[in-house]
């Protein structure tokens, strides 16, 4: 599975914007995806993730009711909408697959992964 996110740029804080991850493959339907998100300097940390099905989903404190994640299994796509953006959501974002359809929160635990798209909130 080859995954490929894209949609980030640069947006002003209180702003929006919708990332995608498109993927490869005919087993995408069956898997748990996840966002990720590194800053400079700091560790990739987990945003949201989505089980297989899209019917549990699940959010980082620091961007719940702010950021929305989805998916169109017949597209084989992931989104992330991002509402409301603080200049702290600056990061490159991943898109991450799980083999396993249950959505989980560890880094690890996920199989594949995409090469990353910035996103920067100007204050």
């Known amino acids: 599975v080859q995954l490929q996110a894209s949609g980030g740029g640069l947006v002003q804080a209180g702003g929006s914007l919708r990332l995608s991850c498109a993927a490869s493959?005919?087993?995408?339907?069956?898997?748990?995806m996840g966002w990720f998100r590194q800053a400079p300097g700091k560790e990739r940390e987990f945003v949201a993730g989505?089980?297989?099905?899209?019917?549990?989903?699940y959010y980082a404190d620091s961007v719940k009711g702010r950021f929305t994640i989805s998916r169109d299994n017949a597209k084989n796509t992931v989104y992330l909408q991002m509402n409301s953006l603080k200049p702290e959501d600056t990061a490159v974002y991943f898109c991450a697959g799980r083999e396993s359809g249950r959505l989980t929160i560890v880094r690890r635990e996920y199989n594949y992964w995409g090469q990353g798209t910035l996103v920067t909130v100007s204050s």
């Open positions: 493959g005919r087993t995408f339907s069956s898997y748990a």
């Open positions: 989505i089980s297989w099905s899209g019917a549990g989903t």
